[in-house]
């Protein structure tokens, strides 16, 4: 049997079928001088709609590329290491990969935050025109490097909802107490605001929102949230969100590891991660809107749009945790300096292309 007939007929596809299954069908023997060993971790829930199914795809998608020469194991969290333990798991070697929000990490050094998202931050598309031509990447790769890691993005999560509340939120006043599940920068922002951040996995969330831990939380869109039936415990679903305008998706790897792959193995790994960039922006934005139609007419969610005093009051918060955190060192402030330039460009053109389109498109269709 012919090689590319026999990657074929072994369903590659395993990688999403159960924890630590090796994503392809070849037999050891025939690929003993040649096979790489690749083990990815994850800080989602296995099969978790958008961020753990396109992980599972982006681990699969690098095993059928390589025609199973690259043997892929896909661990969801829980399964190998806690969500949280991840980055630690990859920078020691213990794993190849992982695949994250890299904003989980800002312990570690707040410069990590930008590559995820920060308030009042960049959307998908500015977010892409800085890291591919506007030195993010090499900013991240210098970032990254520091942890003996190798960063590239691996999906994006668009412009996400402001979140889960169990009251209307009709001031700034309305945050002070409030406990709020919300990571990152945008967990500093509520802090400013009087409320007490928690930064918790997707798969704690639920049980702490019901049992009334958890005043508020965000975690990501209609498509996701619907999934963790946050509409059983919180009933006010805010829009949109500060905290999370174009969240990056990052697939972290030992830098070891990756210095160790031929030229082009490390461009394999690269077209693999775009695709999933394109296909996972595509899927979330595919979904949302029906999620949220389900969540309005099925559940009896109240949507609600934060005011604008409100917004302000988001905006002048996160001005003060940007000087804060760019205070950190010199290469968070270097960091800091390219996001703020990406923002004023890209965001400037934007305003005219995309966003300038797009309202008089939708005012003039009525919609």
């Known amino acids: 049997m012919k090689r590319r007939a026999f990657v074929s007929s072994a369903g590659l596809g395993g990688v999403a079928a159960g924890a630590g299954v090796v994503a392809s069908g070849f037999p050891r023997p025939a690929i003993a001088q040649e096979r790489i060993e690749m083990n990815i971790v994850s800080t989602w829930p296995r099969d978790f709609p958008g961020l753990g199914t396109g992980a599972q795809r982006l681990a ?10 690259i043997q892929v194991q896909y661990f969801a969290a829980g399964e190998r290491v806690g969500a949280f333990d991840a980055f ?5 070697g213990n794993a190849q990969a992982y695949h994250g929000a890299d904003y989980y990490w800002k312990g570690k050094h707040p410069a990590f935050s930008y590559f995820t998202t920060v308030p009042m931050g960049l959307t998908y598309t500015e977010a892409a025109s800085w890291l591919h031509f506007m030195g993010g990447q090499e900013l991240w790769d210098e970032l990254a490097g520091e942890f003996g890691l190798k960063n590239l993005s691996a999906g994006n999560s668009g412009v996400q909802m402001g979140g889960w509340f169990n009251k209307e939120m009709e001031s700034p006043d309305d945050f002070k107490g409030l406990k709020m599940r919300i990571p990152g920068l945008g967990g500093d922002v509520i802090s400013k605001l009087g ?5 918790l996995p997707g798969g704690q969330i639920y049980e702490n929102l019901v049992s009334g831990a958890l005043d508020a939380t965000e975690w990501v869109g209609p498509w996701n949230d619907y999934f963790l039936k946050f509409y059983e415990a919180a009933k006010y679903y805010y829009w949109p969100g500060m905290h999370e305008p174009g969240s990056i998706l990052s697939f972290g790897m030992n830098k070891a590891f990756w210095d160790g792959l031929s030229a082009n193995d490390q461009m394999l790994i690269r077209a693999c991660c775009s695709i999933e960039n394109d296909f996972g922006m595509a899927e979330f934005n595919a979904n949302n809107g029906v999620y949220l139609d389900k969540l309005i007419n099925e559940h009896g969610v ?8 409100i917004y302000e009051a988001f905006a002048a918060a996160a001005e003060e945790v940007f000087e804060e955190t760019r205070q950190h060192g010199d290469l968070t402030n270097r960091v800091h300096e390219s996001f703020l330039a990406a923002r004023k460009g890209v965001g400037g053109w934007m305003k005219l292309a995309d966003v300038g389109y797009s309202v008089k498109r939708n005012r003039g269709l009525g919609l």
Request: charged share 35%.
């Open 60 to 69: 699969r998608n690098i095993a059928d590329l390589s025609e199973g020469r």
């Open 88 to 92: 630690d798991e990859v920078a020691s």
């Open 195 to 199: 409320g007490s951040p928690v930064s």
């Open 302 to 309: 109240a949507l609600r749009e934060f005011n604008d005093d």
